[in-house]
């Protein structure tokens, strides 16, 4: 995609911008000493998430649809997702210690929507139009954007070991230590994986008859879902919590972008019904 | 299998190393011994659901009863959080191999993607590697992994609910695959508008089987509809590709005024759309729509601006230099829905209702999809008529394994942290 065609959409260029303000300055907000910094950080990545919303929604109204079907689409949903999700995080855990690599994923997934812009609005096929399509999607969404923040955590917790949260969690008043933020982070995350994969499997049943095919995609969440299933119950192995379990962590955000955005590599992926079609 | 709450970690009492190397080996020799079971049983055994519901069964069934029986030897082991990753871990190793192999071809297939390899893949079953009786080792491995792990955390309290809720529920759903692997059938009907079936062809694994299976009932196709999308026109640029062809990059709807930003600094506005440039004075069909549509717009490079009608019958192309085209397309009108207006009968009983997707009847202990249409043949209609009574134990297992897992990693832990503040 030529980057002139995406300025007939300044909000995406303008969004795209905020986030990367956003980066920039949670970036400075380590160096600095001057807490303003972090806070203006925030407030770029608050406008941004904005910003997100609204190209959300127009796009909704112009393709009269769910904006969830292209590629394109779900990147700007999942942008959006893991700037919530890790607002979420910065509000209950009271710091912005992760928030220069959280940010990059919102960023990352604008631009690499804008690699990936779609030459027009597709139509949405009679087997999305269903009333699981949004709930699926925007589960499944939340819980990568979920997985992403605790892959940010792991990678900090693995670049700065000596990092130690302030006292301020409004779960129980406590301090954190990363790892148990990035352990948090999973757990809720494989919660929405697990709602995501029963309604993906359900919507299956009520369009084909189906609940289960063995399709690529259905594996992968299935992979996804079993690595993560098996990383809650490695922690509570002697000697698979701290750096080991971060890696794990990481490592496990991988299998999800591959499962995301690996499909069309599959040799079985000809006759999936959730490869991401070019446009 | 894990507990909700943050027990503390396995081993943490026996010296490390010697505890973990000794455990880690036993679980490899027991997943060791259960896929190469399963491989030298699928040797012998005749392929099929039963044969991979009756191996997995057993192989469960024995692990459980020799964790029983070895509670403190091998059930805990079982029922561990080492066997549990182990177990979950290989699962997902074998899940995505099925998705780089391609699954269920003819064997000769194989050969000719593979080469020698392709026979090896054969003999191991990696054609069909669900259906495999080395998967259904792992599997039974699960199944034992689930149950002991419930039987050694025995009895159940408010605060391992989520534990067991989950751990039940995915006994629950293999306990409803396997009913569905032995006893869901699945078939097709094809129909005609006005024509009716009170048989359809059975399926399996996506196949016809050549083998007719009764509904018990009639089913009749009284009216087939498609919808359509709207048509509607574009501009489209195009760009020329590595392929010596053009690609689509980019298209814009025929808002009159808008000015769109084009590569290399250019620009294009429409000034005019008009519905029917055929008729004389460009005069819109009085039936609205459009016949003949086109549209006057102004492209707008290197400070140079030339008006041009784009006429989409025409097939209009303005080259915009460095082999950009813009030209005026009309886009198909895609399907919307597809939809089945059906009456099923049998003694004493009918029934009239319109099947679309992701709209089922259910009629007679049968599910009738509607799943086919034909663009050439507007009277068709495919449907799937599904049977299956494993549905119901999975969507429940579905049920407590969600509500479960939820309660486990969203709920109890709170309520853990409540008590810990209170105490």
Redesign the interface.
Known sequence: MDMTLILNNPLFALTTALYAGATALYVAAWRSTKELVGKLGTALLVAGLSGNALLIVSRWVVAGRPPFKSLMESLIFLAFCMAAVYLALEKLYATRAFGAVATLGSLGALLFAALKWDAEIVKLPPALQSGWFIPHVVVYFVGYASLFVATAVAVVQLVRPELKIRVGSIFDGRALTLDGVVYDAIRFGFTLLTVGLFIGSIWAKSAWGDYWVWDPKENWSLVTWLVYGGYLHLRRVNGWQGRRAAWLAIAGFGIVMFTYLGMEMLPTAQDSAHVYQAQ | ???ATS?P????AIP?TR??LSEAKRVGLILGIALSGGAMAQALLPEGNGAFAATTGVAAASLVAAGLALRRRLGNLLGG??F??TV??T??GA??L??????GRDAADYVAKYGELGRILVALRFDDL?HSLWFGGLVACLIAGLTLSMVTRWPLTSRNAGFFSCHLGLLLVLVG?TFSALFAV?ARVDLHAGTAATQAMVEKR?MLTGRAVPLGFTLKLDRFDVER?GTEH?L??Y?PNSRGGYE?????DSEVGVR??????AAVTIDKYYADVGAPGFAAPAKGGFDDPAVVATIERDGVKRQTMFVERQRTAVDLGDGDVLTFER?DD?????RSAVTVQRPGEEKTQVV?????LRFAGW?I?Q?NYDPKDPTYSGF?V?K?PG?PW??LG?AF??LG??YA??IE??RK?SR??AA
């Open positions: 299998m894990s507990e027990a970690v396995e081993s943490a490390a505890a973990t959080f080492r549990a990753t979950l871990f699962l997902a899940s995505a099925g998705t780089f192999v391609l699954q669900f695959a699945k996506g999308y574009r489209a640029l760009r689509l990059e980019a298209t814009f769109r930003r084009l590569p290399h600094g886009r895609d399907v919307k829905a597809y679309a997707v992701n709209d089922p599910s999809y799943v799937e599904v299956d549905v999975v969507f579905f394994t969600a897992v939820a990693f969203t832990p709170r942290k810990a503040r």
